[in-house]
Nanobody, 119 residues
Framework: QVQLVESGGGLVQAGGSLRLSCAAS????????MGWYRQAPGKQRELVAS???????NYADSVKARFTISRDNAKNTVYLQMNSLKPEDTAVYYC?????????????WGQGTQVTVSS
């Protein structure tokens, strides 16, 4: 099992910044990719950014050039630096870890942290 604990959400004005952290524990050696998803009220959960163990990153088009994902493998922690925040970034942000299985991928999720951007 893998446990994920997020921190860093909160309320910020448009144009401001926040940094989210997600610390993994348990069977961390099994984790390949980690990332952040978000879910706004009435919408489906969507990928924000992801990063593999070797540092390959992927971003949603809506956050490119504003958000940066990074990973500290020694601390088993992934970060999401969010700059130039917009009201449409308001959502619950979930940390995700992926562990490859023989024929599948297992997903682990954090409890979520609220990010609210006021206009």
């Amino acid at each position: 099992q893998v446990q994920l604990v997020e921190s860093g959400g909160g309320l910020v004005q448009a144009g401001g910044s926040l940094r989210l952290s997600c610390a993994a524990s348990g069977r961390v050696f099994s984790i390949n990719a980690m990332g952040w998803y978000r879910q706004a009220p009435g919408k489906q959960r969507e990928l924000v950014a992801s990063i593999t163990r070797d540092g390959t990153t992927n971003y949603a088009d809506s956050v490119k050039a504003r958000f940066t994902i990074s990973r500290d493998n020694a601390k088993n922690t992934v970060y999401l630096q969010m700059n130039s925040l917009k009201p449409e970034d308001t959502a619950v942000y979930y940390c995700n870890a992926k562990s490859p299985l023989l024929y599948n991928i297992r997903d682990y999720w954090g409890q979520g942290t609220q990010v609210t951007v006021s206009s």
